[in-house]
């Protein structure tokens, strides 16, 4: 597993990564809106997310989503879920929720 200096050494000077690291992020919504602003954050540091949204990802949405084809038929939290933490393995927390 990757460690923080090492993962975000391009971006550290900007900002404090181990303080936005701390936030807890809820997204509502995992569609294409929601997965992009995720990845973003994600990979700006942020580790903590609470992720709402009671869809199944569906081939149509896989052009504008931040998930690929080989998550068509899983909830769209679950697969955000797994891209996320592949991006960031430090990722502490992802709970995922259906509503």
């Not at 923080?4 to 936030?23: C, H, N």
């Amino acid at each position: 597993m990757p460690t923080d200096s090492k993962l975000f050494e391009r971006i550290e000077k900007l900002y404090d990564v181990g303080l936005i690291g701390q936030a807890t992020v809820l997204i509502a919504g995992c569609g294409s809106g929601g997965s992009r602003v995720a990845l973003q954050l994600v990979m700006s540091g942020v580790r903590n997310f609470e992720l709402y949204d009671n869809q199944s990802l569906g081939e149509e949405n896989v052009i504008r989503h931040a998930c690929g084809l080989r998550y068509v038929g899983q909830m769209k939290t679950e697969a955000l879920s797994d891209v996320l933490r592949d991006r960031n393995q430090l990722l502490t927390s992802t709970r995922t929720k259906s509503t």
